[in-house]
């Protein structure tokens, strides 16, 4: 894996709006900048950076009330003017065209639409491109803003079978026949005929009731399958200039799992060619002109990556691990983006190149292209904590990352030309916001190198080195009592290590001393060590704890784990107060249940401190010991003379009665 | 002039009331009592024997309630006092700025280690002043509350202190036992007349302080210096203070702040002022003690306890940095600050420099401190600055001064020091020591657990960590073993719910992140 290389720039101090945009005015050095609606500096107060690293804040409108994926949106020069406009559609029917800042023209749509694409039926002066919406299986076209004509995509044959089981449960009155048809249609499907629609829903209907409801509502209607449409794209006839004349390319879901490109001409009345694959596709990406040799890279939602060659489907597909939720093609190069963070990139001919990781799922993924530039390609990713990152050098750079605020994610994004900007960035967000940034002038998409222009206030880490490395490691200074106690250690090192050694041993002696009397005296401790008394795998560790504040009632908890692999029968825990007499302890001796392995149970012993004898003064906390005893079974033994583990329980002081 | 001549026992002619006198400057407050007794029984009415025994009673209890403050259990359960519910981080005692992650101030939770209040730990333990459990813990407030209020140093098994349990006991205490004491008898309050004593300012300061320090009933007290205020026409600042000390120790913060604020307008005085941030420090309005200790130390500029009191204030505020500064200001004006050589030399420990470290402990241990503790940290630093020779007698001394429950951190530093020199057996001996004198010591079970997986007894492991973890949810090292042990055994589901709490109790720590991440991918991969 190839290393992400850092551009990411700390955001620069905030200059007040004017001031901005002066300067900006003036870095630019041309009136083209300024004119033009895509140049509006109105930005709110929101957005206060004007300058993030090559992006130049062009317009934000924050309630906007447009959510829409990246094929929902287009810019086109509709009028034939030179100020191109944006185009947008959204799932609530909704067709918006806006020209500079402001909405130019909205209008309703019939169904909910699938994608929107502009593209230029013939070569007319002044070239007026036509608009064209895919919603369901038709598509319409708009031109001069007005509807012109709609295209509805053919039927697709439907096997005959299917059909005459149809027909007969059209003759039959309700409820009849309908197990039948269910068992045909079963029997269709095993065989491996697709089915239509309407027979999908009846055979997923469990309920026998259900099924004639079911039946009933297809009657009448005429069986036909129609195609839904998934995604469209554009692709040059013949000559590679942005005003040429295109045909479109539909790509539809056929039957469950099947898929067709159809190729439609220029003026959208005729299907030039139909290629049919498994799987339906999501995204599918043209490269190439129709007439000489094109390319479609198509991605279907059960992550294959196919492409069509002149036509062919070509046998190679790229199969991925998660699927894909994002295709862009630059160049020679594929970049997926997969639901698992990741973007991995292939060579066309199929050859997988490198991958880049994300920290968080992408959310769209676009592709830049700029002519005027020497690096004229780079790639866009957007995220889901509403990063928008900017992967140079085929996607081995990160060139540049900034953050949308008020923790807005972006849904859409589309580069192209807006207004007269030609590196116009526009950006959906998941709010409703449309969001316009511009590639500065001076930038070149290529990773920040000394003296090379990103943008003021970068740092010059270019290449694969990441920003980690720059910061320094905290270690604390030398101080010069460090320096004498070297010295020192290095003088007199020998009597050092003798001293030491000698230390040491006598502490070793200490401690084995001490562990020893510790367990002479089974168990000082609530933890105690096991005893190992023969009585075979007893693995039993015992804890204790005290409930109760002030007393004088106490509850010491046991927590009896066996430890060991077997069950463990016959136990009883005894106790007794230390000294005698202080606690009265219910219940003084318990049989325990058996004991599982692996598992720990607890026993609660209540203990009452009972007022001294005699009416003394109090005498203080005293000790609960709690012995594990092996009980002695009738006929079998005699009961061992050592309990299976100890504790003692040192009781708090309570503050009496 | 006259050299002056020994006093000799036959020499009755001394003035009983200058010998009662004398003695009370000698700080020999006993025969004091007894002089004034026998001066009060020949004549009751002897206001200036009445006034010096007051005094002596006084001083012979006097507490400073500054340093001390003792919440009870209850008081630290049903605090109402706090004013916001949801504060901002740095804004109240509860949130402190979340740990060191925040602009490097101070090393990680990876390196120095968090008490159970989830700050780090402190060089210095002052009776349960910083008691208040931060919002981030996962035991409920009771387990939280009854582990704080139990007293510093002992095992947590020890008695919670219940409501101003300590006040209390003392004043019945030592009622007890002056009535066996011949020469004094306790003062009758019930029957005096405030109005008369409010005229005579001087008795009745004496009587106020015997009646806040000894007697410890402020409502008296409060009557007594409200007369008393209103006969001085509100222009004594003393008598606003003691007013506001028993609106305090009645819980009336409102009102002592106000009293307060009014001593202060009229003379401030160092113990005023520290009193008031007091007052804010128990309605957890931290940033309004520090500005009134900045106003203080502008007056007095170098005064200690102003300095000590802002340093542990920052200290409370995780924000060690600032504390540290001031720390090293006290010391460089009162060299013998035992507080803040220990502050200073527990934060040198912890920040990499143990050299530094040893030199204020060697400082305190000419002061003369000569405690298990200083010993322990003494060997501790030796051993890390690399002086060898020196580290293991400083731990032997420190055992040999300890008594019972302060031994299990000496055994278990002596366990650390074993692992590191290698000797595994040395400290698999010292931590179970440590653990049969304290069995609740939870890094102890955490060091335990991680030598028995050496020894390949995986499930003695897993029962310590688990141990250990129940024990201490602040600490992050017994889950993340745990949730390490877990992916190993191929126990995914144990390992991400361990994972989790490791990164609760640490959220930078990097290696549960990693953990993390493996196990999301084992995830997906179903």
């Given at each position: ?35 033009g ?13 004007r ?28 009028h ?7 185009v ?24 909910p ?6 593209f ?31 295209f ?60 004639a ?86 991605a ?14 070509l ?55 700029l ?7 780079a ?9 928008v ?7 081995k750079?990160?060139?540049?990352s ?22 116009a960035l526009?950006l ?14 001076t930038?070149?998409?290529?990773p ?68 020893v ?22 693995h ?9 504040l ?5 509850d ?10 077997h ?5 009883c ?11 009265a ?35 203080g906390?005293?000790q ?34 | ?18 010998h009662?006198?004398s003695?009370?400057?000698?700080h ?19 206001q ?25 259990l ?18 109240s ?18 390196v ?41 140093g ?18 019945t ?15 009758q ?13 001087e008795?009745?300061?004496?009587l ?12 008296k ?6 007369e008393?205020?209103?006969?001085a026409?509100?222009a ?15 819980g ?12 202060i ?5 160092v ?8 007052v ?8 309004a ?31 060690s ?26 934060h040198?420990?912890y ?59 000496v ?33 102890s ?16 492991a ?7 973890s129940?024990?201490a949810?602040h ?7 745990s ?44």
């Amino acid at each position: 894996m190839i290393s992400v290389g850092s551009g990411a720039t700390a955001p620069d101090p905030l200059p007040p709006l004017e001031e901005a945009i002066a300067k900006e005015r003036d870095d630019a050095a041309s009136p083209a900048a300024a004119g033009g609606g895509g140049g509006e500096r109105s930005g709110t107060q929101d957005y206060q950076q004007r300058k993030s690293g090559p992006w130049l804040h062009a317009w934000h409108d924050p309630v906007a009330g447009m959510v829409c994926f990246s094929q929902h949106m287009c810019v086109a020069d509709l009028h034939g003017d030179g100020d191109h406009r944006l185009v947008l559609v959204d799932r609530k029917k909704r067709i918006r065209i806006y020209r500079g800042t402001s909405i130019q023209w909205e209008q309703r749509l019939l169904e909910p639409p699938v994608a929107v694409q502009c593209f230029y039926h013939d070569t007319a002066t002044p070239p007026i491109p036509t608009l064209v919406v895919a919603a369901g299986h038709q598509l319409f076209i708009y031109r001069h803003l007005q509807p012109y004509m709609k295209f509805a995509l053919p039927p697709l044959p439907i096997d005959e079978r299917e059909k005459d089981t149809w027909n007969r449960l059209e003759g039959l009155p309700e409820g009849e026949g309908v197990e039948e048809a269910f068992n045909q249609l079963m029997k269709l499907r095993e065989a491996g005929v697709q089915l239509s629609r309407r027979s999908m829903d009846l055979l997923a209907v469990d309920d026998v009731a259900q099924r004639a409801k079911t039946a009933e509502e297809h009657k009448g209607v005429p069986l036909v399958q129609l195609p839904a449409i998934s995604c469209m794209e554009t692709l040059r006839q013949n000559i590679d200039q942005p005003t040429g004349v295109s045909v479109v390319v539909v790509a539809a879901e056929a039957f469950s799992h099947k898929g067709i490109i159809f190729i439609l001409n220029p003026h959208v009345d005729k299907i030039l060619r139909k290629v049919e694959l498994d799987g339906t596709p999501a995204f599918v990406h043209c490269l190439g002109l129709y007439d000489v040799e094109y390319r479609l890279t198509v991605a279907t939602r059960d992550g294959t990556v196919h492409t069509i060659k002149n036509g062919a489907l070509l046998g190679s597909a790229v199969e991925l691990e998660t699927p894909c939720c994002g295709l862009v093609r630059l160049d020679k190069f594929i970049f997926v983006g997969c639901m698992d963070s990741v973007i991995h990139v292939y060579h066309f001919k199929g050859k997988k190149s490198h991958s880049i990781h994300l920290p968080c799922p992408l959310t769209t993924l676009t592709g830049l292209s700029l002519p005027r530039l020497r690096v004229q390609r780079a790639l866009l990713v957007t995220l889901n904590d509403g990063q928008v990152r900017l992967y140079g050098n085929n996607g081995k750079d990160l060139l540049h990352s900034f953050s949308l605020l008020n923790d807005d994610i972006v849904t859409g994004a589309l580069f192209g030309q807006y207004g007269r900007e030609e590196g116009a960035l526009v950006l959906s967000c998941k709010s409703g916001a449309i969001l316009v940034k511009i590639l500065s002038r001076t930038s070149t998409l290529e990773p920040a190198r000394s003296g090379s222009s990103l943008s003021d206030g970068e740092e010059a880490t270019g290449g694969p080195v990441p920003a980690e490395q720059d910061v320094p490691l905290n270690i604390p200074k030398k101080t010069r009592l460090y320096v004498e106690q070297m010295d020192r250690e290095r003088q007199s090192a020998v009597h050092m290590h003798r001293t030491f050694q000698r230390d040491l041993c006598r502490l070793r002696l200490k401690t084995a001393r001490a562990y020893v009397s510790n367990l002479v005296d089974m168990g000082q401790s609530p933890t105690s060590v096991p005893s190992t008394s023969g009585a075979g795998e007893a693995h039993l560790s015992l804890t204790a704890d005290v409930i109760g504040l002030t007393g004088p009632h106490f509850d010491v908890q046991l927590r009896i784990h066996n430890a060991g692999s077997h069950a463990l029968s016959n136990v009883c825990v005894m106790c007794v107060s230390s000294p005698p007499g202080l606690y009265a302890l219910t219940p003084a001796m318990a049989p325990l249940p058996l004991l599982l392995p692996q598992h720990t149970s607890v026993h609660t012993i209540r203990a009452q401190e009972q007022p001294p004898e005699g009416g003394g003064a109090p005498t203080g906390a005293g000790q609960v010991r709690c012995f594990v005893v092996r009980m002695a079974v009738e006929g079998r033994g005699h009961q061992a003379a050592r309990p299976l583990t100890t504790v003692y329980v040192q009781m708090p002081i309570s503050e009496g009665g | 002039m006259r050299a002056r001549a020994p006093l000799q026992p036959q020499d009755k002619k001394i003035n009983p009331f200058f010998h009662a006198l004398s003695k009370y400057r000698r700080h020999q407050y006993d025969d004091c009592l007894a002089l004034c007794g026998s001066l009060l029984r020949q004549n009751s009415r002897d206001q200036a024997a009445f006034v010096l025994k007051c005094r002596a009673i006084t001083a012979k209890h006097w507490l400073d309630d500054l340093e001390v403050e003792v919440e009870g259990l209850a008081d630290a359960l049903m605090e109402d006092n706090v004013a916001a519910t949801a504060p901002r981080p740095g804004t109240s005692l509860q949130r402190p700025l979340s740990s060191a992650q925040q602009a490097g101030t101070g090393p990680s939770q990876a390196v120095r280690p968090v008490s159970a209040t989830g700050r780090p730990v402190t060089g210095f333990t002052r009776p349960a002043t910083s008691a208040r459990p931060t919002s981030s813990q996962q035991r409920d407030l009771i387990t939280t509350a009854m582990a704080m209020s139990a007293r510093p140093g002992t095992a947590a098994s020890g008695r919670p202190v219940t409501s101003a349990g300590r006040l209390v006991r003392l004043g019945t205490a030592s009622m007890a036992s002056l009535g066996t004491d011949g020469g004094g008898e306790t003062i009758q309050v019930d029957g005096i007349d405030f109005h008369k004593y409010a005229k005579r300012p001087e008795i009745a300061k004496a009587l106020c302080d015997y009646l806040i320090y000894f007697l410890r009933q402020p409502r008296k007290a409060l009557d007594l210096a409200a007369e008393a205020t209103r006969e001085a026409s509100f222009a004594d600042w003393w008598w606003k203070e003691r007013l506001g000390k028993c609106y305090f120790q009645l819980g009336l913060l409102r009102e002592a702040e106000k009293q307060f604020r009014s001593s202060i307008g009229n003379d401030s005085r160092v113990v005023t002022n520290l009193e008031l941030a007091r007052v804010y420090l128990k309605l957890d309005q931290p940033n309004a003690a520090l500005e009134v200790y900045q106003k203080a130390s502008e007056k007095f500029p170098g005064d200690i306890s102003v300095t000590v009191s802002m340093a542990r204030l920052y200290e409370d505020l995780n924000d060690s940095q600032k504390s540290i500064g001031l720390y090293k200001r006290v010391v460089a004006r009162d060299p013998v600050n035992a507080e803040a050589l220990a502050c200073l030399a527990a934060h040198h420990f912890y920040s990499d420099q143990p050299e530094v470290a040893l030199r204020f402990c060697r400082r305190l241990l000419l002061m003369g401190v000569s405690s298990t503790e200083l010993w322990n940290n003494l060997g501790l630093a030796c051993f890390y600055a690399a002086q060898y020779d020196l580290a293991i007698t400083c731990l032997d001394r420190a055992l040999m001064l300890a008594d019972d429950g302060v031994s299990a951190e000496v055994w278990y530093n002596i366990g650390q020091v074993g692992i590191g020199v290698g000797d595994l057996g040395l400290s698999y001996q010292s931590f179970k020591l440590a653990l049969s004198i304290d069995p609740n010591h939870a890094e102890s079970h955490t060091n335990l657990g991680v030598l028995e997986l050496r020894k390949g007894n995986i499930e003695q492991a897993q029962l310590a960590f688990s141990h250990a973890s129940r024990l201490a949810p602040h600490l992050y090292e017994p889950a993340y073993n745990s949730a390490l042990v877990a992916f190993k055994l191929g126990d995914f589901q144990d390992a991400f719910n361990k994972a989790n709490m490791a990164l609760q109790a640490y959220p930078g720590h990097h290696e549960s992140k990693e953990l993390l991440k493996q196990l999301k991918l084992q995830f997906m991969a179903f």
